[in-house]
């Protein structure tokens, strides 16, 4: 079977580097908040061209902390999708604070200026927009100014979309804030959990450093309330510096997967939304169409895995009971019954992505 991606492909690739990442830890014998996490955040920050980079344990600690570092607390409605896999939603629920659910765009699958202008007169007291599949929110740019020109934080998500640029930036260096996760499978990812925070303010860094740790403000003396312990490993952050430099070419590997797909697929029952440069670095190539269970079902049985990213929007989550029962977003709704995520992931051979495009487009519904 053809996995949507391929983690011991990618292990094998690199055993040497991993082994001698790892192995440099063991010699040191410092495996905590040690020198590999420090060089980690340096260059990671300097990769997106950030003052700060503050590492945790895994992405959604990262949204958690940023966000209450940017002042969120307990009771505040906080505007994000409901399309992003409720990462979000669930760290607004470990605060105490309210989803306020944008709408997105169909072709983007991400939100749009005039959904956070809505969001904003609304009143919400911080925005959390997603680059979702790792394509760059197109108007994150007027989204930031306008988030600042009205005095409310702004995170960015980038847990799907490390090295995406627009407007000749990296994402994660528009908003007050920006997430990243470490998962194994995203764009950038070690062999086990980890996550971080960036951001260009001295004192939302010097917050989120005190939360993963205590609360403390030095060794052993806690000034803040609702820390917790979330800290990157020294293995993790070896393991990590290994791979940064080769994040870029990872994600032209994958955007040439995404434009194979684009040009190649043939089939009036499928839309493919086109991106072609470096604004979208595919950390999840989606297709859409009105009988993907059918195209699902034709893809497994030509020896092709896929998936759908994701079947529950936020709101419908049963977590939530009758809470938004009256609530209906039109494009999350109707994305959610025609997304279908296909194999994409840097170590798929030219082969076997010609084997996805026969397979899609030789299914008839
Ligand atoms: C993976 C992911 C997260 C959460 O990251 P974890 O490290 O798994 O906690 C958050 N947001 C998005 C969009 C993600 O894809």
């Given at each position: 079977m053809l996995q949507i991606n391929n983690l011991s492909e990618r292990i094998n690739k690199h055993k040497s580097e991993i082994s001698g990442a790892v192995a440099r830890v063991i010699n040191s014998g410092w495996v905590v908040l040690g020198p590999e996490v420090k060089r980690f955040e340096q260059e990671f920050a300097q990769y997106i061209e950030a003052r700060h980079c503050i590492s945790l344990a895994n992405g959604t600690d990262a949204i958690e902390l940023a966000l209450r570092a940017m002042g969120v607390?307990?009771?505040d409605t906080v505007?994000?999708?409901?399309?992003?896999?409720?990462?979000?939603?669930?760290?607004?629920l470990a605060i105490g604070a309210s989803?306020?659910?944008?709408?997105v765009d169909t072709a983007t699958h991400n939100v749009?200026?005039?959904e956070v202008e809505k969001a904003l007169s609304f009143g919400v007291s911080a925005v959390v927009v997603t680059h979702l599949y790792g394509l760059a929110v197109t108007e994150i740019e007027s989204i930031a100014s306008l988030c600042s020109k009205k005095g409310v934080a702004l995170l960015e998500d980038c847990a799907q979309a490390h090295g995406a640029r627009i407007n000749g930036r990296r994402v994660g260096s528009f908003g007050t804030a920006a997430s990243f996760s470490f998962y194994p499978t995203k764009n950038l990812g070690a062999l086990g959990?980890?996550?971080?925070v960036i951001t260009n303010s001295d004192q939302v860094a010097q917050k989120v450093q005190g939360l993963r740790q205590y609360g403390w403000s030095s060794k052993y003396k806690v000034e803040l309330g609702n820390a917790r312990n979330s800290r990157l490993d020294e293995i993790q952050a070896a393991i990590l510096l290994e791979f940064l430099p080769g994040l870029d070419a990872c994600n032209s590997?994958?955007?040439n997967i995404a434009k194979t797909y684009c040009v190649e697929i043939n089939n009036a029952?499928?839309?493919c939304d086109q991106v072609n440069d470096d604004s979208y670095v595919a950390h999840l190539f989606v297709v859409r169409s009105m009988?993907?269970?059918s195209l699902r079902e034709h893809l497994k049985s030509a020896g092709i895995a896929s998936d759908i990213h994701y079947p529950i929007p936020d709101y419908q989550q049963p977590v939530f009971k009758d809470e938004y029962k009256s609530l209906h977003l039109k494009n999350t709704a109707q994305l959610s019954q025609e997304i279908l995520t296909l194999p994409c992931y840097p170590e798929m051979t030219h082969i076997q992505v010609e084997q996805v495009v026969h397979a899609v487009n030789t299914w008839k519904p």
């Open positions: 607390s307990e009771g505007a994000t999708v409901a399309n992003a896999g409720m990462y979000t939603t669930t760290a607004l989803p306020y659910f944008m709408d749009t200026l005039q959990d980890g996550g971080a590997l994958r955007r029952n499928v839309t009988q993907r269970n």
